[in-house]
């Protein structure tokens, strides 16, 4: 527990660090670099970034409440996954609104309303599709398909943040964020189910 809480500690400190740090100031460095991948494939772009619409999310949290049904050795993990989903996205709204960057002003295709910092889809990235690799990659399928299952997850996750930037959406440290936010979610989510299952281990039923 202490480790996953250690994580969460300083993923939210980073996060919010680099959002103060970035929110209120012209992009430089990495953030004038990653402008140059913008119009980059932007249709594929368009299919990774529309992995993380919220009607994409919802059937990640049906499925996860599915599962848990079906998979009783991860049932605590994927209920915590599916109630992630809608916390989450409250949080990342209010993240973004307390932040209040501007988005880039080379956007192609999609103009969104909400403020830049931090990207929900590199959030999503991590929380759904990375989480998704690393649940199935500990569970009891095959091990072929377990390996092809998790590796396609973890590249997906990959392809929706090069997505956001392709797409001129975000800047290099809106993503750097939406990872961090991501990352503490899923480890305070694992500090708060190791200790709630921590009793049980120390004092089992005789």
């Known amino acids: 527990m202490k480790g996953a809480a250690a994580i969460a500690f300083v993923a939210i400190v980073a996060y919010v660090a680099l959002g103060l740090a970035v929110s209120h100031v012209p992009p430089h460095g990495i953030d004038g670099a990653g402008a140059a991948l913008a119009g980059e494939a932007p249709r594929l772009a368009l299919v990774f970034t529309a992995s993380c619409r919220w009607e994409v ?11 848990a049904w079906q998979i009783p050795d991860l049932r605590a993990r994927l209920i915590l996954f599916a109630v992630t989903i ?36 590199a959030m999503w990235a991590t929380i759904v599709y990375w989480a998704a690799a690393s649940l199935i990659w500990r569970s009891t399928l095959p091990r072929p398909v377990r390996f092809a299952a998790a590796v396609l997850l973890a590249l997906w996750g990959v392809g929706i943040i090069w997505s956001r930037l392709a797409l ?39």
């Not at 988005?103 to 295709?109: A, Q």
Request: avoid cysteine; hydrophobic fraction near 50%; charge should be positive.
């Open 57 to 67: 999310l919802v059937v990640w949290f049906a499925l996860a409440l599915l599962a």
């Open 86 to 121: 809608p916390v989450m996205w409250k949080v990342s709204d209010a993240f973004k609104e307390f932040f209040g960057r501007p988005r880039p002003p080379y956007w192609r295709l999609i103009h969104e309303t909400s403020a830049s910092y931090s990207s929900g889809h």
């Open 168 to 206: 001129g959406a975000h800047y290099v440290t809106d993503l750097i964020g939406g990872v961090l936010l991501g990352v503490f979610a899923l480890a305070a989510g694992s500090a708060l189910l190791r200790r709630r299952t921590a009793p049980r281990a120390a004092n089992p039923s005789p």
